[in-house]
DNA sequence: ATGGTTGACGATCAA
């Protein structure tokens, strides 16, 4: 078996005592790191090292960045989404390891939506769908997992009714979605669980966390070579109740090795 | 209670 995790840590370097604590805890065999905050230069690479991972990472200064950890030796192919060359913000690294392709993607939060920062979601999803073509072409076990600033349905979120109108929950926001899932991606969380109130997003304010006032918008998509390797599923809700915690939390499948 | 969190940065923006 493999354990392949997506993390947003909302900075790498704030959140290091947790990220060790939890790689310790969990042992993940893979994890996909988001919202690292800081250049490569940077990124705690001894410590995790130490910990038994291998590192590829994708860095910026202050925002975005993305990182895979592999406990195998990790080939990295790409470092940028294609289809944009003037995008330069950290927001996907793609590589194998484990005998699995593997994307760690950050896709743009969008908000507000009457700025450039909706279009510019949107069309980082329409560039992912692309990619995501591309991928299915060459008949491979794959993971994309990431903070994919989705909140697929309903069921996926606390009260729909205030999400109306948000980037995370807009018409076009689902329409891209679904093109992307329906090329033959398993969502897969939803492949083991239809219950509705499982989240791995928690806002800092307002009490989020203690009411449970969650979103679940950090996914792992799997092509159909993956999917049916598929043993297990979760979100590990513990590293969001510890001290100092990202605003994520970790969620996690498991593959049967072949 | 004209607020509400957190992080990086630099005196504000992004989520």
């Known amino acids: 078996m493999i354990k392949i995790a997506t993390w947003n840590v909302n900075s790498v370097k704030a959140r290091l005592p947790l990220l060790l604590r939890w790689l ?5 065999d ?43 030796p990790i080939e990295i ?9 003037e995008d330069l913000q950290a927001r996907y690294i793609e590589g194998f390891t484990f005998n ?3 994307a760690s993607i950050y896709v743009p939060n969008g908000n507000p939506v009457e700025t450039d920062k ?16 591309t991928l299915l072409s060459h008949e491979e076990a794959f993971v994309l997992g990431g903070d994919y600033n989705v909140i697929p349905e ?8 205030n999400w109306e109108g948000d980037a995370l929950y807009r018409p ?8 992307i899932i329906y090329l033959g991606l398993t969502d897969s969380f939803r492949a083991k669980n239809q219950e509705e109130g499982h989240y791995s997003y ?14 679940r918008i950090d996914h792992l998509l799997l092509s159909p070579h993956a999917a049916d390797r598929l043993n297990d599923v979760g979100i590990d809700k513990s590293p969001r109740g510890w001290e100092r915690p990202s605003d994520h939390t970790p969620v996690w499948c498991e593959l049967e090795t072949n």
């Open 24 to 28: 310790e805890e969990f042992s993940p």
């Open 30 to 72: 893979v994890l996909l790191l988001q919202e690292l905050k800081c250049i490569e230069e940077a990124f705690p690479r001894e410590e995790i090292e130490d910990k038994g991972y291998n590192i590829a990472v994708k860095g910026q200064k202050t925002y975005n960045g993305v990182a895979i950890l592999s406990k195998s």
């Open 77 to 85: 192919d790409l470092t940028e989404l294609p289809g944009d060359r």
């Open 100 to 102: 699995v392709r593997v």
């Open 118 to 133: 909706f279009p510019y979601k949107i069309s980082f999803m329409e560039r992912l769908h692309n990619h995501v073509k």
């Open 154 to 161: 309903e069921r996926d979120c606390y009260a729909p009714g």
């Open 172 to 179: 076009e926001t689902h329409a891209e979605w679904r093109k």
């Open 202 to 215: 928690w806002d800092y304010q307002g009490g989020a966390w203690n009411k449970d006032n969650g979103i």
